[in-house]
């Protein structure tokens, strides 16, 4: 993932909490900011320090960012999506993690119809 596809500022994060819509299961909540202007989808990610230590919380961040690059094609371009990290997240590894975040877009129904009939 470069730097465009980030989101960095507190504002920018605020906005998609606000503005946005929230997706949630047990691991993740995803909130989905409709952006039309925008050529690609941007991440940002929360990962609390209630989680673990700064090992466990980048090891989150590492999986999260790799699920993303991997679902490139498949998720919506034109959205910014904030991805929270809760307390059971810690314990999956990264096929669960990504197995995880594909059923909440698809709860948030941002994943394309051709990641849906391949499964």
Known sequence: MNKRQRIKKNEEFQKVFKKGKSFANR??????????????????????????KAV??????????????????????????????????ATLDFHETKKSLEHVLK????LKKKQLERE
């Open 107 to 110: 709860i948030a129904k941002v």
């Open 27 to 52: 691991q993740f909540v995803v909130y989905c900011l409709k952006k039309e202007e925008q050529a690609e989808f941007r991440i940002g990610l929360s990962v609390s320090k209630k989680i673990g």
């Open 56 to 89: 466990t919380r980048n090891q989150i961040k590492r999986y999260i960012r790799q699920t993303f690059l991997e679902l490139k094609e498949e998720v919506r371009q034109d959205m910014d999506y904030v991805i929270i990290a809760r307390n059971q997240a």
